[in-house]
């Protein structure tokens, strides 16, 4: 520790200087954690995802609306234990920076798709009496700070038959999940939004379907597009694990290629920093030759040398990281992510550690060449300017 | 008085290009405790390397070098720069400061060699400052100073750990006259006064009456050596 000051005043010697080449290591080192907070919750996601959940959308465009009556004729098909429809409706609660989806769907049929959905028997109960009624995530409802019986406000996007964009909902229950960070839906009884919208009217975006195998689930979603083969309205049936394993691959192919981004950025740090220090130490040739006069040893010079490009090289990298791990679960927390049941996304302790070797890697990689021309130095020779 | 120095026979050579240049020829010298040493001479002549010999940052060719009590030219790089921490204070004619480093940190330097706790280190420090008559100057920078005060500051941190021996590589050489006066006043101070060994280069005649012994090398021999009254 008290060798600090030196080590310091070496890294202020060129502020400009030693700032750029943070900035640098920081953006590197945030790209990073980013990614990899990416990748690793993906896998996340990937694993508690089930098979045993159908997914129904149009075949024209994931999204578009389907009639409702395809409910009844999913029901049908052989293995179907249960149906919910998913109508969402959009808008925004208390200012117009504040998103919000609530999805209007058949409660008692989202708890038998769904058994991980964990909702209170007198709430589950409270849907069914109350029109308006809302279920919440637990993680919105402490997000929002929401109590049972709460009042939420949401402002629409599209007009409702009453003339008006209002809508009024009230808090009958909460749910949670096996991964409570996932609890971020809002749901609330479709009849009651079906009946309030003006277009879309008796429309599904798409059915959560429930099945008795989960081995028969490219059957069963096989039957269920054959149902409506002949229909305006085809379908296109999936079971959600392959669903997010087709959705999330787009990202993940991104993600081979923002990887070797990021490798290639991390590449021509090393020559960066490797320069940064080499120059800074060319330039205090003669001031680390009087620290070799007044005593210290070639070793212990060349100690100094390494620390500079490990404070500058990992205290940099911890930055970035740090940065990562506020901004993911901040980009990752918005609707369209919560509305999908996914939770914010968190750079996991396992991306620290792999970060902290990179860093390590990368400081001794660019510190030692340095360090080592420090220990070699000839006191005279610097001295003398030769 | 003891002898601090004991140079016997020793030769000193460079490469420079593909030559062989002999610089100190078969040298002899023997410097007291408590003596005020200057070396003139010419441009060339093997001041400057008797005095790196002599602060044992280079090591002869051949011939023994003994200061303080210690064979230099057995010493190996560690042993030599523990000698160097414990024995001597150097002195340079452009200061060699760290010039982002206040001068109290400067003159701290050496001591973070040592056990010293922080508190005890800062007392030093402050002793040393006063000393040399900058205690007010303490968390200026070296930018921040004129050149005899740098040299000031140069001093209490050559004088910080308590060396056997003080060497000067032309200490007034980039100073003005009145500056070159206070720096050779306080040198004299240090060896009247704290009885501190001194070896000091000069090319200035001024300098060199400072001394109390005087030593002229021509050719990398001693030519003349002069035992006189200080200035």
Same mark, same amino acid.
């Given at each position: 520790m008290k060798y600090l000051p030196l080590i310091w005043a070496a890294l202020r010697r060129k502020p400009a200087r030693t700032l750029l080449t943070c900035f640098s290591i920081i953006t590197a080192f945030f790209l990073f954690g980013t990614l990899q907070g990416i990748n690793v919750g993906i896998a996340k996601i990937m694993a508690l995802t089930s098979a045993s959940h159908l997914m129904v959308m149009s075949r024209v465009n994931a999204g578009a609306p389907m009639p409702i009556a395809h409910a009844v004729q999913i029901r049908s098909v052989? &293995?179907?234990t249960a149906v919910a429809p998913f109508n969402a409706v959009i808008g925004t609660y208390q200012q117009p920076s504040n998103p919000m989806i609530v999805i209007g769907t058949d409660m008692d049929a989202m708890l038998k798709v769904s058994a991980d959905l964990i909702v209170p028997a007198d709430q589950a109960a409270a849907m069914r009496r109350t029109r308006n009624g809302i279920i919440v995530g637990v993680t919105t409802a402490k997000q929002y700070g929401w109590k049972l019986g709460d009042r939420v406000p949401l402002h629409g996007i599209a007009t409702k038959t009453d003339g008006t964009t209002d809508w009024a909902f009230d808090i009958v229950g909460f749910y949670t999940l096996?991964?409570?960070?996932?609890?971020t839906r809002i749901f609330a009884n479709y009849d009651f939004i079906n009946e309030a919208? =003006? =277009? &879309?009217? *008796?429309?599904? =975006?798409f059915f959560y379907v429930g099945i008795n195998d989960p081995a028969k689930s490219a059957a069963i979603s096989q039957m269920i597009d054959d149902r409506f083969? *002949?229909?305006?309205?085809q379908t296109s049936t999936s079971n959600e694990k392959d669903y997010l394993e087709t959705t999330l691959r787009q990202i993940g192919d991104i993600n081979y290629l923002v990887n070797g981004v990021v490798g290639a950025v991390l590449f021509t740090l090393l020559f960066l920093t490797s320069n940064t220090i080499a120059q800074s130490v060319r330039e205090r040739t003669a001031e680390l030759a009087v620290l070799k006069t007044l005593g210290f040893t070639d070793a212990g010079v060349q100690w100094l040398v390494l620390a500079e490009a490990l404070i500058l090289g990992m205290g940099s990298a911890a930055l970035g990281v740090a940065l990562a791990s506020r901004v993911l679960p901040w980009v990752t927390s918005g609707p369209t992510l919560s509305s999908q049941g996914i939770g914010s996304m968190h750079v996991p302790g396992l991306v620290y550690a792999a970060a902290a070797v990179v860093a390590l890697l990368l400081a001794l990689i660019s510190g030692v060449p340095p360090a080592l021309r420090a220990r070699r130095l000839n006191i005279v020779a610097a001295l003398s300017g030769r | 008085m003891a002898a601090v120095v004991s140079i016997q026979n020793v030769v000193k050579s460079y490469t420079r290009g593909r030559q062989r240049v002999e610089? #100190?020829?078969s040298l002899n010298l023997e410097v007291q405790s408590g003596e005020f040493l200057g070396l003139m001479g010419p441009?060339?002549?093997g001041k400057t390397t008797l005095l790196n010999l002599i602060g044992g940052l280079d090591k002869p060719d051949e011939g023994q070098i003994t200061v303080a009590g210690e064979r230099l030219d057995k010493l190996s790089g560690s042993q030599m720069a523990a000698w160097r921490a414990r024995h001597v204070g150097f002195v340079f004619q452009f200061y060699? #400061? !760290?010039?982002? !480093?206040s001068a109290e940190r400067n003159v701290e330097v050496p001591l #973070? #060699?040592?056990? !010293?706790s922080r508190a005890q280190r800062k007392s030093n420090v402050a002793a040393a400052l006063a000393l040399v008559g900058l205690s007010d100057r303490a968390s200026h920078k070296p930018t921040e100073l004129s050149g005899g005060q740098q040299q000031r500051v140069a001093i209490a941190r050559a004088l910080i750990a308590d060396p056997t021996l003080l060497v000067c590589d032309e200490?007034?050489?980039? !100073?003005d006259r009145e500056s070159a006066e206070e720096i050779l006043q306080l040198l004299t101070i240090l060896n009247q006064k704290q009885g501190k060994t001194i070896v000091m280069v000069t090319h200035d005649p001024r300098a060199a009456a400072y001394a109390t012994r005087l030593l002229h090398m021509d050719k990398g021999t001693l030519a003349r050596d002069e035992s006189r009254t200080a200035a």
């Open positions: 052989p &293995g179907v096996q991964q409570p960070d996932w609890a919208i =003006t =277009t &879309g009217k *008796n429309q599904a =975006t083969a *002949n229909s305006p309205d | 610089v #100190l020829h441009s060339g002549s060699n #400061l !760290l010039p982002v !480093l #973070l #060699l040592t056990k !010293l200490p007034t050489g980039d !100073l």
